[in-house]
């Protein structure tokens, strides 16, 4: 009885145990998980991505916006199945069998930990990593960590794996500020994550473990990266995901990385569409709101401009003009489809060494001449403002064979002096008609046209219609030739009205902008306004495509000609040299260059015919076969 009365005690107390321990844990569960975030924040909770800004057609990333993380969502779909082999294989080898938490990776993980007596907590699981960084802070405690396992189970048993996966993927911390795979994947590849290699995806994959310490972009972080990489692709075979020649194969594949470095393409038009985005939304949303911007910009377009300009300035450095700038657009849209300055490089150094940018730089990258900034009023156009005041005549009922007379003349004093204009070859011709005297860009004849046939008041508000807006009076006889300022794209704008046909389309940048998920939350559509008579444009496209009618000041094969092709162009210079134009157009393009100093320096005495007009016919002379041969409507 008494050996019975011990066995009931020894029962007791065992029990008295269990339960001890059992309300124990219950408490521990209960008190731990009193103030936990709900597992379902993952649906909800916005992760922040990073603003894309791309060319027209989303394959040309010109910048991207973000702050401390780079990150860009995909589906798991999208990603290779062995690029999800590798993670698991490296990370969580039972993902698809446990239940968050892998027992026996924790029990050989505390054994680890006894031998090197320090508490590392390795042997975390996939869903316990995941609840870990997104809810949790990285001390190592015990508290932590069993809120963490509590939350990794109750995750497991709400989600499927898959979807556990996907947001892993997507989250996981890859150095280079690259969070997830698919930014990863742009920052060490240049390619999407559904594009990489098996090499490049067991690359990524050991990343995971360490990613500042194992960068590919130090000697000795990536003689680890690649090892650990092997290692990933023998455990891949091992686990039967791959062969063991497919392993073999990923091992000898050479793995090339991307050139470590921030990305601006096209610099002066990314930067405009920049700021004009900051204005709009401001920049915090665009580092976390992950919109992607598709513009205008034509990169093959743009590749062109930004050689041939480049070239331009190293041979007109002979002349001592050392800056030089070119805007294409779209006369039937108003799409800005190509935009450089100078060497096309922002952050290249100003000319001369030593001197101070926006004070007595002949160069300076620093400064948009095709935009300018606020309050900027533009450069002196030369000639190239002519077409506004003909165009004005025209409207008035005069035509190209209305004739002037081109002589010496005294049209009286103006700014206090008097002003009598020459020629540009100091010549004159006696009586020319309005074709002459506008294909020939003669000076003499065009201040009569402006003062007796256009009118000053009313050729300034053709100018305005069509676009520009830095013209403040008061107003003389000089702005026929040029003695106002303008902005390289607003003129080139203007002049895309006489290649459709008299209908304005305002220029922009931006062609649509989509949110994070892909919805179009903005997006341009070219709208026109009649601003001239359809005939006085087909009259000014006429002039100033009539090669024959140049022909006597220019020659029969100027850089304005183009064999096959009607293209309609006009030079400018200022009668100081301090600035050289060229503008021109076909019914699908048009394009405007600018030559001269940022420092207003004067060039030696050539013509815009001779600095501008070569960088024009380079850019024109690679673009036109994209285009079809076409020709301006007839009156």
Not at 424 to 446: C, H, I, M, W
Not at 516 to 542: C, F, M, T, W, Y
């Amino acid at each position: 009885m008494r050996k019975v009365n011990k066995i009931f005690l020894v029962f007791k107390v065992i029990a008295g145990f269990f339960l001890f321990f059992f309300f124990g844990a219950i408490f521990l569960f209960l008190y731990y998980i009193k103030d936990f975030p709900r597992p379902e924040i993952f649906t909800e909770r916005h992760l922040a991505q990073s603003t894309k800004i791309y060319d027209r057609t989303g394959k040309v990333i010109l910048y991207e916006v973000y702050g401390e993380e780079k990150r860009t969502w995909v589906s798991l779909k999208e990603i290779p199945d062995y690029l999800k082999w590798a993670v698991i294989v490296a990370e969580d080898a039972n993902f698809y069998s446990h239940f968050g938490v892998d027992l026996k990776g924790v029990i050989r993980a505390i054994l680890e930990d006894l031998k090197i007596g320090k508490p590392v907590y390795g042997g975390s699981t996939i869903p316990q990593q995941l609840v870990r960084s997104t809810f949790l802070s990285s001390e190592k405690t015990a508290e932590r960590k069993i809120r963490e396992v509590i939350l990794a189970i109750e995750l497991n048993r709400r989600y499927s794996k898959d979807q556990i996966l996907e947001w892993y993927l997507n989250q996981i911390p890859l150095g280079q500020n690259a969070y997830g795979v698919e930014e990863a994947s742009q920052v060490y590849f240049k390619k999407p994550v559904s594009q990489i290699s098996l090499g490049e995806a067991a690359t990524l994959a050991a990343l995971i473990k360490a990613p500042y310490r194992l960068s590919p972009y130090n000697e000795e972080g990536r003689k680890e990266l690649f090892a650990r990489k092997d290692y990933i692709l023998d455990r891949m075979a091992k686990k039967g995901y791959i062969t063991s020649e497919k392993a073999e194969e990923g091992k000898k594949e050479e793995i090339k990385f991307a050139e470590k470095k921030v990305e601006l393409k096209a610099p002066y038009f990314t930067l405009v569409v920049l700021e004009e985005l900051e204005k709009k939304y401001g920049r915090e949303f665009l580092e976390r709101g992950g919109l992607r911007v598709y513009t205008t910009l034509d990169w093959e377009l743009q590749k062109i401009a930004e050689e041939v300009v480049r070239k331009g300035i190293e041979r007109n450095k002979l002349v001592n003009a050392h800056n030089a700038a070119l805007v294409a657009i779209s006369p039937q849209t108003g799409e800005v489809l190509a935009l450089t300055v100078g060497v096309g490089d922002y952050n290249a150094q100003p000319y001369p060494e030593g001197c101070k940018s926006g004070f007595d730089c002949l160069f300076d990258p620093k400064f948009n001449v095709v935009t300018g900034v606020k309050g900027y009023l533009g450069r002196q156009p030369g000639s190239a403002f002519k077409p506004f005041v003909y165009a004005t005549a025209f409207q008035k009922g005069y035509d190209d064979k209305t004739i002037v007379i081109d002589e010496p003349t005294n049209f009286g004093v103006w700014g206090g002096k008097e002003y009598i204009p020459q020629n540009y070859d100091g010549k004159f011709r006696g009586p020319v008609t309005l074709r002459e005297a506008l294909a020939q860009s003669l000076n003499v004849p065009s201040v009569k046209v402006l003062l007796h046939l256009a009118g000053l008041e009313d050729s300034v508000k053709t100018a305005q219609a069509l676009g520009i807006t830095t013209l403040k009076p008061p107003f003389g006889p000089s702005i026929v030739l040029g003695g106002w300022e303008v902005k390289l794209i607003e003129i080139t704008s203007a002049y895309g009205v006489f290649a459709a046909d008299g209908i304005r389309y305002p220029y922009f940048f931006i062609l649509r902008i989509e949110d994070s998920k892909g919805n179009v939350i903005e997006e341009n559509k070219p709208s026109g306004i009649r601003v001239l008579e359809k005939n006085v444009a087909r009259l000014i496209n006429d002039i100033l495509s009539d090669n024959e009618a140049r022909t006597p000041m220019f020659g029969p094969r100027s850089p304005l000609f183009f064999e096959g092709y009607q293209v309609a162009a006009k030079t400018g210079t200022t009668q100081d040299y301090r600035d050289a134009w060229t503008i021109g157009y076909t019914p699908s393009i048009v394009v405007g260059v600018w030559v001269g100093n940022n420092n207003n320096a004067p060039i030696k005495k050539r013509a815009g015919i001779m600095v501008a007009a070569p960088i024009f016919h380079d850019f024109l002379e690679k673009v036109l076969p994209k285009y079809p041969r076409e020709q301006f409507p007839k009156r």
